[in-house]
């Protein structure tokens, strides 16, 4: 059974730069994608990025492109998301989610793609 951990939320301050962490437990993340999804207070969960087992390719919402990087560590089994020039609608929690399947890079932007979810982080971004 895949397991996963958030941690690394927090308060920020606008303009500054948070780097999230997804440990994977019960199975190597090199096998697994692994995407972010965010939810903001009433509103539904949106995804953030994605990253496909193979060869890494990576996906971005476009509310997030060119601020956002979604990797992977291999010999510590955790996944990160970092996130630079943060604004106040990027408050959120922050969950990581992960999948037994092969998606296609346009997948990945879809919940009902993983079956595996963290519990979530919060992030706050405010002055």
């Known amino acids: 059974q895949v397991q996963l951990v958030e941690s690394g939320g927090g308060l920020v301050q606008p303009g500054g730069s948070l780097r999230l962490s997804c440990e994977v437990s019960?199975?190597?993340?090199?096998?697994?994608?692994m995407a972010w999804f965010r939810q903001a207070p009433g509103k539904e969960r949106e995804f953030v990025a994605g990253i496909k087992r193979s060869f890494g390719t990576t996906t971005a919402a476009d509310s997030v492109k060119g601020r956002v990087t979604i990797s992977r560590d291999s010999g510590k089994n955790t996944g990160y998301l970092q996130m630079n020039s943060v604004k106040p609608e990027d408050t959120a929690v922050y969950y990581c989610?992960?999948?037994?399947?092969?998606?296609?890079?346009?997948?990945?932007?879809?919940?009902?793609?993983?079956?595996?979810w963290g519990q979530g982080t919060q992030v706050t971004v405010s002055s």
């Open positions: 019960g199975r190597s993340i090199s096998t697994l994608p």
């Open positions: 989610a992960s999948t037994s399947g092969s998606p296609i890079t346009s997948s990945l932007r879809f919940a009902s793609t993983y079956e595996y």
